[in-house]
């Protein structure tokens, strides 16, 4: 057993114990923010006069060293250590003697691992997010091409307003882009280095904690010490922060189940992102959208538990913490894995524009626009209203849409109509009218698309 504490104890400790304790099988995972965390502390402590230029160069070397042998798989991590922290600083004795030994001075474990956790979360939060923008890229190019695809608008998963394919996507494009936007505000908010806080309350030796902040790429050191080594803000921040990511994937892939059944035929899924049944040789299963909606709880639970963990631990630091790891970065990995599938299954898939046409006509999506027309034509809206409903329950009767009435079978119902109505409620001037920025008509979704344009260009990966 490696560890880095046991001089005040007199028995070996229960290897039952030692392997409830043990953080190795999880926190391996981060191997290279240890060492990079301590070649900042070691240039510090030299820069301070705390260690000599020879045992910084000695312990520097052996830190590379060990990076280079993990790497290229000649020095294995194994359970015999305790925890990553004990691993680095066991092997680095071994390599260079007494020197390794002062590795450790002037930190504890405590601000060890708040650090190596704070480096960890802040490089997979760039990677997440250069993630999501490759998505929006990819809907964005979707969006382009399909100004003019018509197709119906929901509310209530009841057939509403026609709307185009463009418009669909785009709000999405917004919903991952606000998910962005909260990486970013994470980001900035927990770049601060927890480094030279001790166990709790600071240590005795002259640190220069500005330094080390600085070579880590932090904007500066925490300002207390007690807070620096309990808090886990940052985790509860990014594991909401990916709960809503999940979400709006969730929503998005919940849509194209739908739209990829027999009922709706408004896309086809490719065979790359689809599965077959075992029994039934005509089925074809958009399965990669059900585990990515199935997984949306995976990541839930994930912030449940961090936060259940924290509600009730006391300052400072309490070994509870250690259960942040695990659950992080399952569900690190699970958005990940999630926004990569979803981003190839969504570029890889095909629209049936005449299926998505026809359901908005067939659907009364127009009913609205006839109703303005009367009301653009003196009727008063309420009149309207009812008016247009008595067309819609004779077009139910017999099977057709409004387009399919004859002129004289609007004038039954109401002598206000004319041959201008087949243009009034066509689908083309139904989207089309609606140019307030926002809307679907094509000119205002050009404008939001040299928005969205200029925002991917603009908004630098973390």
Not at 19 to 44: E, L, P, R
Not at 121 to 126: C, F, P, Q, V
Not at 246 to 254: A, D, I, Q, T
Not at 420 to 426: G, L, N, P, Q, V
């Amino acid at each position: 057993m490696a560890q880095l504490w046991g001089g005040r104890f007199t028995k070996e400790t229960d290897q039952l114990v030692y392997n409830f304790n043990a953080s190795i099988s999880f926190d391996q995972k981060f191997y290279k923010q240890d060492i990079t965390g301590s070649k900042a502390h070691v240039k510090m402590l030299a820069a301070q006069g705390i260690l000599t230029e020879a045992e910084r160069d000695q312990i520097l070397e052996g830190l590379d060293g060990i990076l280079r042998d993990v790497e290229n798989g000649t020095l294995k991590i194994t359970d015999k250590y305790e925890d990553i922290h004990s691993f680095v600083e066991a092997n680095l004795i071994d390599r260079i003697g007494d020197a390794g030994k002062k590795l450790h001075t002037g930190r504890s474990r405590n601000d060890q691992v708040a650090l190596d956790m704070k480096l960890y979360t802040r490089d997979e939060i760039g990677e997440i997010d250069k993630l999501l923008k490759k998505l929006l890229e990819t809907l964005l190019g979707i969006m382009e091409e399909n100004i003019e695809t018509y197709m119906p608008g929901f509310t209530h998963l009841q057939k509403a307003q026609p709307i185009t394919l463009a418009h669909h996507f785009g709000a999405y494009f917004e919903m991952f882009k606000r998910d962005r936007q909260r990486l970013a505000d994470i980001y900035k908010r927990m770049n601060l280095c927890p480094l030279g806080s001790g166990a709790l309350a600071g240590t005795t030796y002259p640190l220069d904690r500005e330094m080390t902040a600085q070579l880590l790429g932090f904007d500066g050191p925490t300002l207390n010490s007690m807070d620096s080594v309990s808090d886990r803000d940052y985790l509860i921040e990014l594991l909401s922060a990916m709960s809503t990511i999940m979400m709006h994937l969730s929503r998005f892939c919940e849509e194209i189940i739908l739209w990829n059944s027999n009922e709706y035929r408004f896309v086809e899924i490719d065979d790359a992102y689809s599965t077959g049944s075992s029994i039934m040789p005509q089925k074809k299963n958009p399965d990669i959208a059900e585990l990515v909606r199935g997984k949306t709880g995976r990541v839930y639970g994930a912030l449940t538990s961090m936060l259940t963990t924290m509600k009730g631990i006391p300052l400072a630091y309490n070994k509870d913490m250690q259960e942040d790891k695990e659950l992080t970065f399952d569900a690190i990995d699970t958005v990940k894995g999630c926004i990569a599938l979803f981003t190839g299954m969504v570029s890889t898939m095909s629209f049936r524009k005449d299926v998505m046409e026809k359901s908005a006509k067939n659907g009364f999506t127009n009913a609205t626009d006839a109703a303005d027309y009367l009301v653009n034509h003196g009727v008063p809206f309420r009149d309207a209203h009812g008016i247009v409903g008595r067309l819609v329950l004779l077009c139910i009767d017999r099977g057709i849409a409004l387009d399919d009435l004859t002129l004289e079978e609007y004038k039954e119902i109401s002598p206000v109509f004319e041959e201008d109505i087949y243009e009034a409620i066509s689908l083309k001037t139904c989207v089309e009218k609606r140019l307030t920025i926002g809307a679907p008509g094509a000119e205002a979704m050009k404008k939001v698309i040299m928005l969205e344009k200029k925002y991917l260009e603009e908004a630098e990966n973390l």
